[in-house]
């Protein structure tokens, strides 16, 4: 039984400031080298319900978001995500209202503006 390498990048960017290092992915001959090897042979996961890896959305490839059997291929960047802080859709949200209140604070003015 033969083995094969390919080399990726992985970039860890859980813990702040993003770290790149290089990584050689070490498979056999009939294995394909996907994103859960990848992560079990690095040593930052165990396998797929791991709990490090438990949400949805953290790990990718060249800012793409990947499954754990998705096919990664030599020269990719493997990148491993931060929770999000703030939700987007909350941010987006208030900013919406925010605008909404503008308006209608812009028109309640012109009203009174022409009134006197």
Known sequence: ???????????DARQGEPVLRPFQLMLSNDEPPTVGIALMQSGIATGPN???LARK???G???????WDSLIY???????YSALLIDPKAVRRKKANQNQDAKF?????K???RRL
Do not use: H
């Not at 490839?61 to 499954?67: E, N, S």
């Open 111 to 113: 009203r009174k503006a």
């Open 50 to 52: 791991d709990p490090v």
């Open 74 to 80: 030599a020269g990719d960047r493997l990148e491993l």
């Open 61 to 67: 490839v060249f800012g793409k978001r990947k499954d």
């Open 105 to 109: 604070q812009a028109a309640a003015a």
């Open 1 to 11: 039984m033969s083995s094969r390498s390919i080399d990726i990048l992985l970039c």
């Open 57 to 59: 959305g953290c790990f």
